[in-house]
C-alpha cells in the first residue's frame, strides 16, 4: 500500500506542485498540505482526475492549534472507491482569514463545514447556508476552541416561575470545589478506600 501512495504523492507532486505545501507518508496514510488560496481547485482536481478518482468525501474537521501564526487546520478525509486509496488534505487558516467552501465538489460538505464552524469557528466562503449545526441559538463561541472555558458562558435552565428557558451566566458555587478526597477518580494513595483492608489481609497472609 506504501508503494502506491509513493506514486500518488510523486503523481501530485508533478500535475499539482504550485498548490502544494507539504507531502508526507505517516502510518500508511497519504497527508498533504495545501496552499488555502488553491483549496478548492486542488479538491476539484482529486475528484475529477481519473488516476485519483476521489469521489467521496469521508469527512471534514477543524483543528486548534492557539500557538500558531494561523491556528485552525480544516482537515478533509477522500476516498477512492475505485482505486481503493485515501488521501488526507489539509489547508491551514487564521481567525477571520475564510476557507473556499467546496460545497459544489461535493453536497455532503454542506453539514460538514456547518459542523466545523459552529464548533471551532472556521469561516467557509461560498457555503449557501453556513449556520450553526449542533449548538442552541443564540450560542457565544466557539466551544471546540481551547480557549473556550470548559463551563461555557451562560447556562441554559427552565424557569418555573416564567414558564420558558432562560440564559444565565455560568455561576460555580464554591461548594461544587469542595472534595472529601474519597472518590477514586481523585487518584489518592494516602486515604484508605473501603475494600483495601483486604489487600493488606492478603499481604500479611502471603496469598
Known amino acids: ?28 496514510e497519504l ?10 481547485g486542488f479538491i476539484a482536481f482529486l475528484k475529477g482526475d481519473e488516476k485519483c478518482a476521489f ?9 486548534d492549534y492557539p500557538d500558531r501564526a494561523e491556528r485552525f487546520e480544516v482537515v478533509y478525509n477522500l476516498l477512492s472507491l475505485k482505486l481503493n486509496q485515501r488521501i488526507r488534505v489539509k489547508v491551514m487558516t487564521g481567525e477571520n482569514v475564510p476557507v473556499d467552501t467546496i460545497t ?28 450553526r449545526i449542533l449548538t442552541d441559538y ?34 460555580l458555587p464554591q461548594d461544587f470545589r469542595n472534595f472529601d478526597f474519597v472518590s477514586p477518580w481523585e487518584g489518592m494513595t494516602t486515604v484508605q478506600l473501603p475494600g483495601d483492608e483486604k ?5 500479611a497472609g502471603g496469598k
Open 1 to 28: 500500500m506504501s508503494g502506491s501512495l509513493q506514486v500518488l504523492s510523486d503523481y501530485l507532486a508533478a500535475a499539482q506542485a504550485p498548490a502544494l505545501l507539504k507531502r508526507e507518508i505517516v502510518l500508511g
Open 31 to 40: 497527508m498533504v498540505t495545501v496552499r488555502r488560496e488553491a483549496l478548492h
Open 55 to 63: 469521489q467521496q468525501l469521508v469527512d471534514l474537521c477543524g483543528a
Open 104 to 131: 459544489d465538489i461535493y453536497s455532503a460538505a454542506g453539514w460538514y463545514e456547518r459542523e466545523a464552524w459552529d464548533l471551532v469557528g472556521v469561516f467557509f466562503k461560498g457555503n449557501p447556508d453556513l449556520r
Open 138 to 171: 443564540g450560542f457565544e463561541g466557539h466551544p471546540l476552541r481551547k480557549d473556550f472555558p470548559l463551563t461555557g458562558f451562560v447556562e441554559l435552565r427552565y424557569d418555573e416561575a416564567e414558564k420558558r428557558l432562560v440564559y444565565e451566566p455560568v455561576k
Open 199 to 203: 489487600a493488606s489481609q492478603q499481604k
